[in-house]
């Protein structure tokens, strides 16, 4: 891993840590670097910085690079990290809101995460649930590898653990008026 500088990141670690605590609801000065955080994680092993590596760069002011990272669009917002925080730090809270930041600034670090996770998301509020078959499909014929996991679909589909047609839950109504007031607030919404 490359080294960072740190010296200008220093003199923005403040407003930084407030801007976050304000927008976020998080203060990420609590942390004191325990590690619960990235030792429950089930992504870690995949992310460029640990959950806990994250939080420091925004401790020390350094939210360009947290902003750039692939780590923020890995996290499967599980919440294991925000559950385990003996600090109530909310790793899991500054990880989405991170995400949303980093792509209205344009500086997604993987344009394939941003486009699964904005299919995820179609697919939810379509239908209350994911269709595992039809998001595997759109991403792959939307990032240009439309045969990727063809090899897979026909055992997985005699074993009855993909469906060609989705199922929608009882009242979706429900889910569309979650992502409806998440769009009043100002939130991200496709």
């Known amino acids: 891993m490359e080294r960072i500088n740190l010296t200008p990141g220093l003199a923005q670690a403040k407003p930084i840590r407030d801007s976050l605590k304000e927008h976020y609801g998080t203060d990420v000065g609590r942390c004191y670097q325990c590690g619960k955080c990235t030792a429950g994680c089930p992504v870690a092993f995949a992310m460029d910085y640990t959950p806990r590596e994250i939080v420091r760069l ?9 902003l750039k990272s692939k780590t923020i669009w890995l996290c499967a917002t599980c919440d294991t990290c925000s559950t385990r925080c003996p600090r109530e730090v909310e790793p899991a809270k500054l990880m989405e809101g991170l995400r949303q930041e980093a792509k209205a600034k344009g500086l997604v670090a993987d344009k394939r995460l941003d486009l699964f996770n904005d299919l995820f998301l ?9 269709h595992e078959m039809g998001l595997i499909l759109k991403f792959n014929l939307l990032s240009a590898q439309p045969l990727k996991d063809a090899g897979h679909g026909p055992g997985m589909f005699l074993k009855g653990k993909i469906n060609p047609l989705p199922h929608t839950i009882k009242d979706n109504g429900e889910v569309k008026q979650i992502f409806a007031r998440v769009r009043d607030l100002g939130g991200e919404g496709k």
């Open 58 to 66: 925004l401790q020390l002011g350094l939210k360009e690079e947290a």
């Open 122 to 130: 179609q697919l939810v509020e379509k239908y209350g649930r994911v």
